[in-house]
Each structure stands twice: as C-alpha cells, then as structure tokens.
C-alpha cells in the first residue's frame, strides 16, 4: 500500500506569503498542481492524503480552486478538513466526505475530525476514540489513522500541539494495534515513532520550506516514509 500525502497547503488567493513569510500561500495552488503531476508520473500511490489546513483563511473559492487541479488526481483520494479550513460541513460541500472506515485493498483507513480546542489543539470524543477497535473487527490487515492535529507521544517531541485526551486515544490505539498513525498541522512535521507497537509520524507543510510532498509505504505492519522536495 503508497500514500501520497499533501499536508498544510495553505492557499490564499490574496496573499503571497503568510506568518511572518514563511507559508507561501498565495503560490500555493501551483505547488499543489506540481505535486499532483509528481504522485501520478512518479509516486502513483494507491490513495493520495489531504491532512488539511488546504485553505489559508477558510474560503471556499479558494477550496474550490484547490479543488480543480486535485480532481486531476488519478488515485483515490482521502480528504480531511484542519481548522484553517472553515466549518466541516463547509468543507465537505466541496470535496467528497469519506466514510469513517476506508478499506482499500488490504488497509482500512480510519478518517477523524475532531473538535478543536484552545491554543491549535484538539479533542477526540468518547465515540470516535474506539473507531480503530472497530476497524480491527474480523481485520488482519493494516490500520491507519488520519487526523489533523497531531496524535502523537506526549514528551517525544516538540510539537507544542496536542489532543487534550491523548492517553485515552492512545490506549485504544494500541489495543486495536493500529498500524500507522498520522498526522499534520507541526509545519516541520516529525519523522515516524514506533511506541508500543504503534507507529506514529506527522507530515510536513506543502507550503514551507523545501516544498515536501511525503510518501509512505506499508506492508503488513512495516512503514517506511520518504519526501520528495518541490522547491
């Protein structure tokens, strides 16, 4: 199973840079025609990732823009919204709304959208927490959870971002033995972390630095994460 995964584009069709310069946003639709070219001529994964934060200020004719040159996409898409992205419902009036269990070929892909708490961070509400144990349900195969916000490892990195009920979502991960958990919003991103069995990665920002599109391979239980650079 290839993931192609677009993290934190950030487009705004009225500014050229945004925080301090360091998001390119009103170049932003480019870079995200460029990686579209990449994963179907090189990548050519079996479902591309949008993590969200696709828009800059919650506009929907820039949603709409982003969505035009990703409708070029020739793999099967999975797209979640950030909270730079507007209202859930917003967002998914204009791009399709996966279910919560994915199942592509031997990987069902758990999709979250969770509720955003104070200073960038999130909650996970007790019925949504379990949903991997549901995946597992007569499931050898992989699992991947999506999210927005980073779940990961409180103390294993510095990402100031956080889920306010992390232990509880991260027991459940590791009973359902969830393959791969992956995350956004930490522009720098943090390279895979195996805790208990459970490997955890947030990707980087499409629209800082080098340009990072990143591409994860999975295969019975073994991940392996690479970039490729746009700049």
Known sequence: ???????????????????????????????????????????????????????????????????????????????????????????????????????????????????????????RSPEDIPLEQQARNNWQGDIVSLQHVPVFPPGQSTCPYHYVNIEDIMASLEESKTTLVISAHFHPGIPPLCHNQVTYMVAPALCEGNFPVTIVDISKGKVKVREINLR
């Open 1 to 123: 199973m290839r993931l192609a995964i677009l993290a934190d584009t950030h487009y705004n069709s009225s500014k050229q840079t945004n925080c301090g310069g360091a998001r390119h946003t009103g170049i932003a639709d480019k870079l995200v025609r460029q990686a579209v070219a990449l994963i179907n001529e090189t990548i050519k994964p079996d479902v591309a990732i949008l993590l969200g934060d696709l828009a800059d200020e919650a506009d929907p004719n820039d949603l709409k823009v982003l969505k035009n040159v990703l409708d070029d996409l020739d793999s099967k898409v999975i797209a979640i919204p950030g909270n730079h992205d507007g209202d859930p419902d917003q967002f998914y009036s204009i791009f399709p709304k996966p279910d919560t269990i994915v199942e592509i070929g031997e990987t069902r892909f758990v999709v979250h959208v969770d509720e955003e708490r104070p200073g960038y961070n999130a909650w």
